[in-house]
């Protein structure tokens, strides 16, 4: 009897990772990883293995995976989460990293001595970030049109009027940011998330302390909008369990957009590289999972709502931080990772542009972590240590 219930409570154990599977990849830029992520997300009935026609163990190899992934997973498709997709959200949301850009830029209009080329480069670079939120229909691409002219085509003579638009921008934030309430603040969010008019955000817990500023400091606006991000981040949770549809199709609508604007080129390989370093050097190093894992719990809760033994899987196209690995891995005991690799001139025949390939890789191969990144990870290691 007992031997009984052992073997039941076993097979529970491997239900429940039946059920759920949860799978990282990772690799170089250009290593296979979208191709891995192609074939789980269209399922196996149909895969024909690459050395399927090999004479040697090749061959056997393929043919033994084929046979077990076309019995085991024929009809269980896996759901594919692209950080790049979670990043675009988060530069888009989190406009503070736009505005540090604009205000590094404002530093540099202000010194007598610097060179037009350095501003020319500067400008161009600004205006990549300023075209996202052109892309993505956002509040902060209405900047005076004389803006963009002046970022387009730079000349000193346009420093002036180019800090002056900045200033002026700054001082509407701020203004904005200062009168902002919390009910107005939460209808802002709902109308991002395009809540209806009967969602009662009274749902959502918030306890911060989000109110008008009455005196300007630089560090009230600073708190407060620290706050503000607390306050997205609580309804981002509340979505992600109570309202999984509307996570997931927000979710999808950026992923889609983000797609058409590739197609369209007005989004290249080089500006999400950009994007992706500034997000993860601006934020908590453990920002960009945690909203990956938003987006896993809310898969699961819609899988959970079909039928009690719905099975979710899901992968996650690609990671590029070993943090990023290991917050997973703590989470989830059904979350493995896989390390996709080609030869680098395997790789650079993919490509057209080989510098760009190659200043992608110097990049990936050195994944250094910012000042503030390195004191957000001591943070999480000391609440840590300290919870045990």
Known sequence: MKDLVNKDLVNKIYTLKDNFILVGLTGKTGSGCSTISNILENGYQD????????????????RII????????????????????IIMMIFVFEKNIFFNEIESLMKLLLIDDTKEQELKIKCQY?????NIFKIFNSKESNFKEEFEDLLSDFQNKNKIKLIEIIKEKKTQYEKSLKNQSLDKLKNDIGSLFELDDKFDNSQIKITHKYKKIKKVTRKKIK?????????????LEYLAKNENKKFIDLYEKYHTMIQTARLEKKLTIETLQVVGDLVRSQVDIFKLPNYINLMVKALRA???????????????????NPFEIVFFKERYSAYYTFSVHSKDEIIYSRFSNLD??????RKEMYQYNTEKQKDSLKLKLTLRTHNK
């Open 47 to 62: 895969y024909k293995a690459v050395n399927e026609t090999d004479k040697y163990i090749q061959q056997k190899k393929d």
């Open 66 to 85: 084929k046979n077990f992934a076309s019995k085991n997973f024929k009809n269980k498709k896996f759901y594919i989460i692209k950080p790049s997709t």
């Open 126 to 130: 600004i205006l990549s970030l300023y």
């Open 223 to 235: 708190n407060k909008f620290q706050l503000k991000i607390k306050i997205m981040n609580t309804f």
């Open 302 to 320: 819609k899988a959970k709502a079909k039928t009690k033994d719905a099975h979710c899987y899901i992968a996650i196209y690609s990671l590029k």
């Open 356 to 361: 760009e390939i190659k200043e992608i890789h």
